[in-house]
Structures are given as structure tokens and as C-alpha cells.
């Protein structure tokens, strides 16, 4: 089946614009996480959603950064008034959430944002 | 502060080599822990999951070991291939994270013909 998908694979953004990043998980899973990952280092969580709630955003690196999940399904991520340090690899990853802690998580290929 | 170390950061062998990459993490305290590998501009390949409550799993060549209360899993990859270069990320699952994974910065493997 169809896994993880993202959109754009690529985006430039001049300083200051504003950004969205789309993710369509694996059709069914319930959970759905946002990674952030910068050149040479590990993914860094930075919120996650069950069904449309958004539990933990306590990744996000600040208040320019926003996720919504309105419907339980695809999930757009802002950055508003983007910054250099923005730029990075924006990973989506989405898991069916039978059991706390059992879960594999499945990785879309990523959004890979440069702030010129 | 939950933190993940992979050692060693990078490495290069001939092919035919069997490797080992090491994981360590700072909180035992974890449901599972999961392999992936990464490579260049591609998302995230689950390799390996084992249950806090295993001592190892296996797939094909690779094979991960897990020991909860020193906080260190090991990769394991027999007979390297050159299609085994990509970067390797370990990532524990912490107890009490709504399931978030805490990844190290990763191995970065090339198995050179």
C-alpha cells in the first residue's frame, strides 16, 4: 500500500515568508509526528497529534512554528516568518497506535526547506 | 535530559566485513527501541524493533541486541555489502513520550568494493 507521503519535496523561501509542509500518513494510523532534522544530525521530534488532537508540541522550537491535523488524516505544518536557522529536512511520520510503546513509525521522505 | 550517543560516528570497510554499531541512552526507562537506516535525501527505513522486554531481534543479516539497564543496543551487520552504505539511527522509545523517538546523530557507513 501507499506509505507516507510529503509535499513539497523542496522548498526555497526568502527570509521573512511564510511556509506550509504537507504530510499524508498511511490511510488509518492514528498517530502522526513531526521531525525536524538539520544537516549531519538526528531527527528531532518536534510535535505529535492522535487523531485530530495534538498532544505534544513541546518540540516546537517557537511560536512561529504551528501544526494542525484538522481532520485526523493530512497534516500541514507553518513556519511563519521563516528564519535561516529554519532550514533543515522536516520529516513526517505516521503509526497505526495499537499499544503505547509498540509501534513501528513510518517515515515520509521529508520536506528539505532552505531559508535564503 | 534523555540523550542517545552513537559510536562510532562514521566508518569505511571493505566489503565482506562484519560490523558492529554501538547505541547507548541515558534513560532505561524505555518501551522499545528501534534501528533505522537513512539514506542520502530519502526518509527513514525502520530496520529492527525490539520490546523493552527482548534481549535481541534479527532480520536477514542484521541483528540488534538490547540491554535495558546499562542503557546500550548494538546493530550488528553481517557480511557487508556496498548496498549496505546509508547512515544507521538508533532511536529509544522513551517511557512516558506519547510514543516520540529520541534519535542519536547517527552512524554514517560505506562499504567500499
Known amino acids: 500500500g501507499a506509505g507516507v507521503s510529503q509535499s513539497p519535496r523542496y522548498k526555497v523561501a526568502k527570509r521573512g515568508q511564510d511556509v506550509a509542509l504537507r504530510c499524508d500518513p498511511i490511510s488509518g494510523h492514528v498517530s502522526l509526528f513531526w521531525y525536524q532534522q538539520a544537516l549531519g544530525q538526528g531527527p528531532e521530534f518536534l510535535t505529535y497529534f492522535q487523531n485530530e488532537a495534538q498532544l505534544d508540541k513541546s518540540g516546537l522550537p517557537s511560536d512561529r512554528f504551528f501544526a494542525e491535523r484538522p481532520e485526523g488524516s493530512v497534516s500541514t505544518l507553518k513556519i511563519q516568518r521563516t528564519q535561516q536557522e529554519d532550514s533543515a529536512v522536516y520529516l513526517c511520520?505516521?503509526?497505526?497506535?495499537?499499544?503505547?510503546?509498540?509501534?513501528?513509525?513510518?517515515f515520509g521522505p521529508g520536506t528539505r526547506l532552505t531559508v535564503l | 535530559k534523555q540523550e542517545v550517543t552513537q559510536i562510532p560516528a562514521a566508518l569505511s570497510v571493505p566489503e565482506g566485513e562484519n560490523l558492529v554499531l554501538n547505541c547507548s541512552f541515558t534513560?532505561?526507562?524505555?518501551?522499545?527501541l528501534q534501528w533505522f537506516r537513512q539514506d542520502p535525501g530519502k526518509g527513514l527505513t525502520s530496520l529492527l524493533l525490539i520490546q523493552s522486554s527482548q534481549r535481541e531481534q534479527t532480520s536477514g543479516r542484521l541483528n540488534a541486541s538490547l540491554d535495558k539497564s546499562s542503557g546500550r543496543s548494538t546493530l550488528y551487520i553481517a557480511a557487508s555489502q556496498p548496498g549496505d552504505s546509508a547512515t544507521y539511527l538508533c532511536a529509544p522509545h522513551f517511557s512516558g513520550g506519547y510514543n516520540k523517538l529520541i534519535f542519536g546523530a547517527g552512524t554514517r557507513l560505506a562499504v567500499h568494493p
Open positions: 534513560d532505561s526507562a524505555i518501551y522499545n
Open positions: 511520520a505516521s503509526s497505526p497506535h495499537r499499544t503505547e510503546g509498540t509501534d513501528t513509525q513510518y
